[in-house]
């Protein structure tokens, strides 16, 4: 059972817009900041979101996050079928360690 | 660019002691970062193992904290990680990465990984 809660799967067709959600509390996300990775079968993790928000360069504009309270979301615009992947949040927890979400898989049908 | 790459025994026995180094390249282990791992099951999710910072403060998941040390070794400019007392539950993908500071303050922004190095407990 992860600290952060997302969605198991999730899918859309492409040029749709998609989003992830990933839940958690006030002693991580409600007082921490957000990360999102991406991740491709068989290969590492890569930073998608930074900081809430920020996408680091190289990062197509297409990917946002966003938080709100102890909530945080992942928004992809137009998705494509290069996108289909499994998708982390992550942050900083209270009693000082990292935390994952459970990872969402992304199908584009 | 920063590059890690893992290496070390790809199978360990149970109640053995999982060994796995992480080398550093085109970035000194003095600066800026914590040095993390991050452990993938098969067919699961991440998890965080933990992280060292060269001033030598730490931090480790309490779930394994009492199995695990990482530890610097800044003349090889590399960092290990140590897993005492390892069962099947400890197979995984162990992955090495840079773990970033935001005004001095730990986050979860691993920012480089290494490959990845899969390591299997069986006898």
């Known amino acids: 059972q992860s600290v952060l809660t997302q969605p198991t799967s999730v899918s859309g067709t492409p040029g749709q817009r998609v989003t992830i959600f990933c839940s958690g509390s006030?002693?991580?996300?409600?007082?921490?900041?957000v990360y999102w990775y991406q991740q491709f079968p068989g290969k590492a993790p890569k930073l998608l979101i930074q900081r809430d928000y920020q996408r680091p360069s190289g990062v197509p504009d297409r990917f946002s996050g966003s938080k709100s309270g102890t909530s945080a979301s992942l928004a992809i615009s137009g998705v494509r079928s290069e996108d289909e992947a499994d998708y982390y949040c992550a942050t900083w927890d209270d009693n000082l360690n990292s935390v994952f979400g459970g990872g969402t898989k992304l199908t584009v049908l | 660019q920063i590059y890690l790459q893992e290496s070390g025994p790809g199978l360990v026995k149970p109640s053995e002691t999982l060994s796995l180094t992480c080398s550093v390249s085109a970035y000194s282990i003095y600066d800026g970062y914590y040095w993390g791992w991050i452990r993938q099951s098969p067919g699961k999710g991440l998890e965080w193992i933990g992280s060292v910072f060269h001033s030598g403060t730490n931090y480790y998941n309490p779930s394994l904290k009492s199995r695990v040390t990482i530890s610097l070794d800044t003349s090889k400019n590399q960092f290990s990680l140590r897993l005492t007392s390892v069962t099947a539950a400890d197979t995984a993908v162990y992955y090495c990465?840079?773990?970033?500071?935001?005004?001095?303050?730990?986050?979860?922004?691993?920012?480089?990984w290494g490959q990845g190095i899969l390591v299997t407990v069986s006898s």
């Open positions: 006030s002693s991580n996300i409600g007082n921490s900041l």
């Open positions: 990465a840079t773990q970033d500071t935001v005004r001095y303050i730990i986050t979860a922004s691993f920012d480089y």
